[in-house]
């Protein structure tokens, strides 16, 4: 941004000066100042008895067969990105569709992705392919958008014994995705100015699916006004 660059030259022009002031030193040890007292972390109520089981399900470990999907050859990148989406409206009709339904702008427009139909107004986007289970074969990263909201859906889905599996859903508005190792990490904007929600979801081996392993919220230096999370960001122009 703008307002960071006369910090970062001004850093720059710091550390010049330190080091052309290095190389007159005669090599001597310097104080650096007093050092805080360090301090063990305090233990709140031990005599508090531990919880028995979460008091919120976070749907961490689920995962979903895609049905009325098939998988040419066992290789992901010949299933189509639209019949993919199409079989999650088939199978959550109370979501997509009717009139009550929050996200029936998804099915009402998911027939403009195929063939004849308006592409500019497709909800489903490009999709991605990279290896996040760690077996040598692809897995697909699949967005798409929750019309008539702003919100967006982060799908990923595997292979598994010729079926195409779903191993981690997301929905929120979301400012940003990334790919990282076997990870998938998702920013959302907060109401918060100069803050965002970041989530990380990381492929587990043992449980077969991608965990929840980090939900943060961070200073992202931004003085722009912040956005409610009930407020979705734009959804990105669809491609196939």
Same mark, same amino acid.
């Given at each position: ?150 919100? &967006? ?66 200073? &992202? ?9 009930? &407020? ?9």
């Amino acid at each position: 941004m703008p307002f960071r660059r006369p910090l970062r030259t001004a850093a720059v022009v710091a550390l010049l000066l330190a080091t052309a002031a290095a190389c007159g030193d005669t090599g001597t040890l310097r104080g650096a100042g007093a050092t805080p007292t360090a301090t063990s972390p305090a233990r709140l109520w031990p005599n508090l008895s531990p919880a028995a089981s979460p008091a919120y399900d976070f749907d961490e470990a689920d995962t979903e067969t895609v049905k009325g999907v098939t998988v040419p050859g066992d290789d992901i990148r010949k299933v189509d990105p639209i019949a993919v989406v199409r079989a999650e409206i088939a199978a959550n009709p109370g979501d997509y569709v009717g009139s009550r339904a929050p996200y029936r702008g998804t099915a009402e427009r998911i027939d403009d992705c195929g063939s004849g139909g308006d592409r500019s107004k497709c909800p489903v986007l490009k999709p991605y392919y990279r290896d996040l289970t760690g077996d040598g074969h692809d897995d697909l990263t699949l967005g798409f958008g929750l019309l008539p909201t702003k919100m &967006t859906a982060v799908r990923v889905y595997t292979v598994e014994k010729h079926r195409l599996v779903q191993v981690m859903a997301n929905d929120d508005a979301v400012s940003g995705v990334e790919l990282a190792g076997r990870s998938v990490i998702i920013r959302s904007p907060s109401e918060l100015a100069g803050y965002e929600y970041r989530v990380q979801w990381t492929w587990d081996a043992e449980q077969k699916a991608m965990l929840l392993t980090h939900d943060e919220f961070l200073r &992202t230096g931004s003085r722009k006004h912040g956005v409610r999370r009930a &407020t979705p960001a734009p959804v990105p122009s669809a491609t196939s």
